[in-house]
């Protein structure tokens, strides 16, 4: 047991001081912070009956300065900021070990003489959690060498310095686990404003048109069969606010259920399905190159499958005249983590490399009859899923990447 100097601790030999310092041990496993370290070893050392009185000091490292003090045994209060420089405390923490004020020949500082007041001192030194601090204690009379209590203060030093040195390692974990709480909590509000974005952005088209339907509507005299026609409009532009909002409403209770392992391939399947009047209606060559066995990620399903479904719809929005659409699916590793990989590459209006990275923006480039909708939302989702969705150009093609977490088959 050590506490950071280079003397090495010498326990006592008495069996009533090995049990103070087992105990004095015992009672410092249950401190988290700094702070609580120095009350407790304050109060055994208050505790103890071979001392009178004295302090544990914390110092600041490059001025001595008493950076917390706690004292014991009634000891006179001392002023924060205090310098060690001198006397014995300074020369204790300077030298790195015991001194007592008997046999050292330093010369104590005021401070100290006042809480000596004709007794003698020892001071231990200890270093924990990047802090110098200072043992020093006033002993009663006939204590004046008592090795024995010299080996006692100086474990107790040692136990203090394996303590701020643990509450340090822990105040580090905590401050970590904060920002990663801090980061997360940053990209979820992030999350919800593209979200937010993406369905003011999809809702905001029809809600116009309804509104210029309506204006007709009041405004201009017209004959039954346009009155007709404008309500029929009004009506299945007020169904595509509808279920845009039921899309949104069932994004937000599927998460409610938790992630699970969902299979890829099904996944797809069910998206082409759901797309498959709009790929037979603009004639789309579609073509299925997928992996050999169905890659398994943790998501839900309900965000996967819309996430792939408006990837789908962006590529035939931009072959108005027809095209050809591939799916295909592989697994990948990054490192030591297991990914699968999702292709969704096209043959129709391509962008310019320059405005590829703002494709994924709700106010992003549009390509051709697209509402502009379909790739933020799948980026959001896919993020959601601690995955990645990127973009880039091939051989004539618009290659749209999905990467997710994979689970081990």
Avoid at 24 to 46: F, K
Avoid at 236 to 248: F, K, L, P
Wanted: net charge neutral.
């Amino acid at each position: 047991m050590h506490n950071g100097h280079s003397e090495s601790v010498a326990l006592p030999g008495h069996a009533g001081y090995l049990a103070w310092i087992a105990q004095t041990g015992m009672a410092l496993t249950q401190c988290r912070t700094a702070g609580d370290a120095l009350d407790v070893i304050a109060a055994r050392l208050g505790a103890a009956p071979f001392l009178l009185r004295g302090y544990v000091i914390l110092a600041e490292d490059d001025t001595l300065r008493i950076r917390r003090v706690v004292s014991f045994g009634r000891a006179p209060m001392l002023p924060v900021a205090l310098s060690l420089s001198s006397g014995l405390c300074g020369a204790a923490i300077a030298q790195k070990r015991v001194i007592a004020s008997l046999t050292s020949g330093i010369a104590p500082a005021s401070w100290e003489r006042t809480l000596a007041t004709d007794a003698s001192l020892i001071c231990a030194p200890f270093i924990g959690g990047a802090a110098s601090g200072v043992i020093v204690a006033a002993l009663p009379d006939g204590a004046n060498d008592d090795a024995e209590i010299s080996s006692c203060l100086q474990a107790a030093a040692a136990l203090v310095g394996a303590t701020l040195n643990r509450a340090a390692e822990c105040e580090a974990q905590l401050q970590q686990r904060m920002r990663q709480i801090d980061q997360a909590h940053t990209e979820r509000l992030a999350l919800v404003g593209r979200l937010t974005a993406a369905l003011a952005h999809e809702i905001n088209n029809p809600l116009q048109a309804i509104a210029n339907t309506l204006y007709l509507l009041q405004h201009r005299p017209l004959n039954d069969e346009k009155r007709q026609r404008y309500l029929i409009m009004a009506q299945q532009e007020t169904e595509r606010v509808i279920a845009s909002v039921r899309r949104m409403l069932d994004l937000y209770r599927s998460s409610g259920q938790g992630k699970r392992p969902v299979a890829l391939h099904r996944i797809l399947d069910q998206a082409l399905l759901q797309a498959d009047d709009v790929l037979r209606e603009r004639a789309i060559d579609l073509r299925r190159d997928f992996a050999p066995d169905d890659p398994r990620v943790p998501g839900f399903a309900g965000h996967l499958r819309y996430a792939c479904y408006n990837l789908i719809l962006n590529a035939v929005y931009a072959m108005p005249r027809g095209g050809r659409l591939t799916i295909r699916t592989y697994r990948q590793t990054d490192g030591a983590a297991l990914q699968a990989v999702v292709e969704f590459a096209d043959t129709g209006v391509p962008i310019d490399d320059a405005d590829l990275h703002r494709l994924f923006e709700p106010d992003g480039p549009v390509r051709g009859e697209a509402s502009g909708i379909e790739l933020p939302l799948s980026y959001s989702i896919v993020e959601q899923h601690n995955g990645t969705l990127t973009v880039h150009r091939n051989a004539g093609e618009m290659v749209f990447r999905m990467i997710l977490p994979a689970i081990a088959p």
